[in-house]
């Protein structure tokens, strides 16, 4: 019988456990800052709204990516 699919035995950082982290932190963390931003800029038209999304939340994702992946090496490192 081949082994089940779902089991990982990581080798240091997880990093299915740390893409995952950052999809919905960035989802939860991401949407009200966005929001809140969006009340101090003048945005008339969607593709200016979408413009304005597109680039507060690549900042979010990328701070929530490298804080995510810190944590996560430092529980690896922790955890050997």
């Known amino acids: 019988m081949p082994p089940r699919v779902e089991t990982t035995d990581p080798d240091g950082v997880d990093y299915g456990w ?18 809140v931003l969006s009340l101090f ?4 038209a969607w ?4 413009n304005f999304a597109i680039r507060v939340g690549a900042v ?3 701070c929530t990516m490298v804080s995510v992946y810190l944590y996560a ?7 050997t």
Do not use: K, N
């Open 73 to 79: 090496r430092s529980q690896a490192d922790t955890s």
């Open 18 to 35: 740390v893409m995952q982290t950052t999809f919905v932190l960035t989802i939860v963390v991401g949407a009200p800052v966005v929001a």
């Open 47 to 50: 593709s200016q709204r979408a």
């Open 60 to 62: 979010v994702w990328l």
């Open 41 to 44: 800029v003048d945005l008339p």
